[in-house]
């Protein structure tokens, strides 16, 4: 037996199922690595010593690669003088005024652990600022593990949800016709980025989609609330709208913000600054202060470089090769959403057996992908990098190509 | 200006409020300051230069001191391996197991990063279980900052609390009472490890509320949770109802878990593992390993060493030289709760006018105390700590006898 599955089956004892949520192992397909050892720049090393390229990024948090120095020497220092208090340290203003500073749509920010309590807080200002109670959010869109929100329906309410609306994302009909029901109580609509659900394509958000919503908020005087936990920080420094020109109220922040720190935030305008302040959210350690010194090192650094350009470059050598190979062999794989988000699926493929052939066979030359979620590019990755990556897509995709001849 | 005048001036133009929560100086008296630079052992310096010993701990996280030496080590290890990827490290396993063995009600663990999440997930676990709606919570007590319970009413829908039902903390006629309420429809019976709510006298649970809470929840065949997040490892290594002879179905711990690093965890019993399979709850950071290790570390700590007595031991000597301080001047000091976890308020002092002068005097002698929450001792407390507060507390009381006098 090797360590992963010795670990494996003490864990099974002590926790139910062995693990839980996101980074579950037993969703990906066997020999995926459930425990690692070792994580540096843009590589994860596992209990048995193998070592991947990785471009899931650990779900997305490391954006300048594991261990970035830059941001590891400013946590260090910040934490030879103080973690926790009684209050917060000096960085707390900093990180806030460096945000303001850094995305046009925010004139205030405040600080929590999880992207779920940034999302939840969205929720509770844009409610205490309308005094309204309806929530519009798109069918599939993921926006935390809370009982409103969570994905799977075990142990929660039906009054957990009742005041939420579905809309369809990027159809302005669906999205009209939910702020129409929702009447004269909507509070608030939330968009993701773009559509970056599990298990099916991306869509960036169209620019008619994102005018409407903006519209349509502003005629019902409810809250815009942009989910930029997942992407923020990969697609624009200023928040993932800012290319479209359109500025929502309150955007939730996470993953990305502390490279790997455990950090979140919520960003809003001025409007819905008294509500935030009305609101009593709080948690032990949302005053961390090394999670903020790492929060104010990664944004200045992510402005200072060009990260997010060379995430893109990299992104678009990656999809290009993937694609070329792809067409060689025949075989119909759509890459969607942004470059530097890639997602890679298969056509014919419901229950992911070519996914998992393909991820599987690149896992076994070295590199880390996700059969059905979105993966990360990271400042760390480099074009050596792509080149093995594109080496164990070749891999994978003739697995697949041998597996499933053509039937034509 | 001084630098904490200045610093909450700039915060106050990118915080709404200029600070959020439970570390908002804004509800302590004038000169308690905002934001801190420096915390060792049982001390903690503002950032005009003033070092208090501090009883407050954070709120609950410092068990063992401000960057303990054994955690801090511990920390770094990890860290030197990795925090956070694609998957937990080992240490999480080495943590459940220790939980599991530590604490006599658990069979399992599972670990988040906010006590509310904790709570959270314990309410999700009991209805998951149960299949039924209704969670029993006494009237004022705190269980975290989500909508279903943030003790503020603002940004939240009366759908958030439509399940939850309210009994009086201590009184078995209303908690039978609300069971019955309940009726059929009973997942859970939500308990403190003994009444600590703000701005009151603490409260023991007395041992026939424990047994009485069992029961109930037995026959109804209902979850017993214990939120031990705030008192949590203070009372009793095994949990806090372990002297009381009462074990809970599901326990939910923070606060002290990590010594101040960001972690919480829900423990369980084999009746409800497969609940806590079936949801859904996670968390960006929730695998961060460094968190994992310092609290293998605190618990290991906690264990090997009498920090539970040492604690007792100078909480008694705090508590009686208070009470021998207050009786010479005739004042009326109500102390209440464990002595570890102290609580001082005042008679006929609805407006805190007492508490507050008494506290800010305190501070001024450089002793950190809190006028309306209960405080905290810490194995990094030193019986001279004590004499230096005892000095303290005696200008505290001298002051409102002062300010106050007897109308006698």
Redesign the interface.
């Known amino acids: 037996m090797n360590r992963d599955a010795s ?1 494996r089956a ?2 099974k ?5 062995g ?5 579950n ?1 037993n969703g990906l397909p066997a020999d995926y ?7 540096k720049g843009a590589r ?1 090393t596992d ?1 048995d010593g193998n070592e991947y390229i ?1 471009f ?1 990024c ?5 954006i300048l690669g ?1 261990k970035d120095a830059d941001v590891e020497a400013a946590a260090e220092a910040q934490r030879g ?10 960085i ?2 900093e990180l ?2 460096l ?2 500073d850094t995305i046009p749509a925010a ?4 600080f ?6 940034a999302t ?1 807080a969205c ?6 600022e309308t005094r309204r ?1 309806k929530i519009l959010v798109a069918k599939g869109a993921y926006h935390g ?4 929100c ?3 329906p ?4 039906a ?2 949800r ?2 939420l609306i579905h809309y369809t994302y990027n159809d302005v009909t669906s999205l009209s016709a939910a702020c129409e029901q929702a009447g004269s109580e909507l509070a608030g609509i939330v968009v993701s980025a773009f559509r970056h659900d599990a298990r099916h394509d991306q869509e960036m958000a169209t620019p008619e989609f994102a005018t409407a919503a903006r519209a349509l908020a502003d005629q019902a005087g409810a809250a815009l609330i942009l989910d930029d ?1 997942r992407a923020g920080f990969r697609i624009d420094i200023g928040g993932s709208w800012e290319p479209l020109g359109v500025r929502p109220d309150l955007s939730a922040w ?2 990305a913000l502390g490279n ?3 950090i979140a935030s919520v960003t ?1 305008n001025d409007r819905f ?16 202060a090394v ?1 903020m010194a790492a929060a104010v090192a990664t944004v200045h650094k992510l402005k200072r470089t060009d990260a997010i350009a060379h995430m893109i470059r990299l992104g678009e050598k990656l999809r290009s090769g993937v694609q070329t190979q792809a067409d060689a062999l025949g075989i119909e794989c759509r890459q969607s959403g942004p470059v530097q988000l890639p997602m890679m699926l298969f056509d014919d493929d419901a229950d992911f057996a070519k996914g998992n052939l393909f991820t599987i066979t690149a896992l076994r030359h070295g590199v ?1 992908l996700h059969p059905w979620h979105n993966m990360f590019l990271s400042a760390a990755h480099t074009d050596d990098d792509i080149e093995i990556a594109l080496n164990a897509t070749q891999h994978g995709l003739d697995a697949v190509a041998q597996r499933f001849p053509l039937s034509i």
């Open positions: 670990l003490r864990a004892a002590v926790i139910p199922g693990m839980w949520g996101h980074m192992a690595p459930q425990f690692f050892v070792q994580a994860v209990v990785d899931m650990g779900f997305g948090p490391m594991y003088r103080m973690d926790m208090a009684n209050g917060p340290a000096e707390l203003v806030a005024e945000l303001v004139d205030w920010a405040m929590s652990k999880n992207g779920t309590d939840t929720l509770m200002i844009a409610r205490a109670t593990a809370a009982p409103w969570t994905p799977k075990a142990g929660t309410t009054e957990d009742a005041h936990v996470s993953k790997g720190h455990a809003g600054r008294d509500a935030a302040q009305k609101i009593f959210v709080t948690g032990s350690f949302w005053c961390g999670s880390y």
